[in-house]
């Protein structure tokens, strides 16, 4: 049977890919549409497979907030490059992904990949698809779930590279997109001192006292300086103890109990965590932004 150009729109609707691809496939395929499908399928797959050894540190930070705001969903998809990552089909991607974690409430990533979108495509099979289409590697990385029983979540994205979800008992909405933009621009380790290990606080009290020894400081005053010290980490690291960054004249606990607010969880991800160093100023980028939006 003879290759139509009614064919190749077809298949490439259907499929996504390139009009010579699905031209080839045809006529491998002696026509078939079904079965043309099924080929840029499996090529699809292996070419994904060639490119998942590729570093992938790029790409999108995204969040979604349900009807209610009682659940939201934070996920970060990688690709290769920044032009990619401001591709349509792959910021289509992003936002479907993020809409089945709210839809569907996966347990882990490998769920998460196996389950469907509103297509009845699993995400993995579109996953691949999307590599085949763009040529670059891009992996579903990480997400969290969040939801409140007592109180509503927020959410608040710095463009596509920060984005914060907290859940807040009391306040209300202007209040809960404050902390989550607080969250973003100063990154604090958890809510209170009580969740950051001893571990942790071990470490730097151990950098403190290697400090203040190198500074030839008296052994009787090396406690009161690292006391000092650690009293000064725990304020900067913890959200409760940071300065409000619209009003450092307050803190974030003490904005809080103004609005007889607490903060149960949050969730903070930033683009290529762990896989690159970032030097950027993000505290006073995020307060420009905001700036711009009041």
Known sequence: MAVTAEMVKILRQRTGAGMMECKNALVETDADLEKAAQLLREKGAASAEKKAGRIA????????????????????????????????????????????????????????????????????????????????????????????????????????????????????????????????ASNPISIDESGISEKVLEDEKKIYIS???????????????????????????TLLGQEFVKDTEVTVEVLLDSSNAKVEKFYRYELGEGLEKRNDDFVEEVLAQAKGIN
């Open 211 to 237: 400090q203040a020894q190198d500074a030839g400081k008296p052994k009787a005053v090396i406690e009161k300086i690292v006391e000092g010290k650690l009293k000064k980490y725990l304020k900067e690291s």
């Open 57 to 184: 540190a790029d790409g999108i930070v995204t969040l979604q907030i349900s009807p209610n705001s009682k659940r939201a969903a934070l996920v970060e998809v990688n690709c290769e490059t920044d032009f990619v990552a401001r591709d349509d089909s792959f910021g289509k991607f992003s936002e479907d992904v993020v809409q089945n974690i709210i839809e569907k409430e996966p347990d882990n990533l490998s769920v998460l990949l196996e389950s469907k979108l509103g297509n009845n495509e699993p995400i993995e099979d579109a996953r691949k698809a999307l590599i085949n289409r763009i040529g670059e590697n891009i992996s579903v990385r990480r997400f969290e779930k969040l939801s409140s029983q007592d109180g509503l979540v927020y959410g608040y994205l710095h463009g596509q590279r920060i984005g914060v979800i907290v859940s807040i008992v009391g306040g209300n909405e202007e209040l809960g997109r404050d902390i989550a933009m607080h969250i973003a």
